[in-house]
């Protein structure tokens, strides 16, 4: 439901989902994202509040806060999360840590350039995973200013079978480029699938 942008629909659902199990960390995380979407960042301080305990779902919450940071262009807040993280201990630190410089400082380092590559690399018979990555870099590429890496993550993700219309449409970072025909063309086939998805679920 999120991804198809029925996003109302979809925190409710999700909100149902924590009720019935609250060990599902994602669920909390993907609501507090979606509200994002909407323009209402009240989420990130609940989400923020307390770090996880399992080392997947710090991953969750370490990548939620950096892409709330690369949203707002929150320059504070990622300095203050840079120096939380170097003090953590969790899977994916280095790459979570690079994006947090990146805002913070607005310096494309060496650690951020790395993390783009090995995020392009990842690919598995089940797309979810490297279709995060794609869309994770298009952010951080759209951050950067790198319009060229930008379509072109997200055009990778596109050929993932990317459906999240919710995200491709509101997403602030893809602002300055809703207009251009390059990204309107990219969005036909997004557009496409999430309205196959939408029907079935009102069938």
Known sequence: MLE???LPEGIAALKTASMLEPHLYRAKA???RAR???GDYGGVDEVGANMPEEPGDQNIYWFYLARMCMWRRD???AATSLA???ESTFPLKLDVAAIFDLVSTGAVAEAVLKGLERWGAI???AHRRPLFFRQLAAEVNALRGDVPATFEALESAVSL???DIGWLDRCPLFD???SEPRFLELRKPVVARADEVKLALRS
């Open 4 to 6: 198809v942008g029925l």
């Open 30 to 32: 993907d609501v507090a």
């Open 36 to 38: 994002a979407l909407l």
């Open 75 to 77: 320059a504070v807040g």
């Open 84 to 86: 939380r993280v170097q």
């Open 123 to 125: 690919v598995s018979r």
């Open 161 to 163: 079978s990317l459906l």
């Open 176 to 178: 300055p480029h809703r």
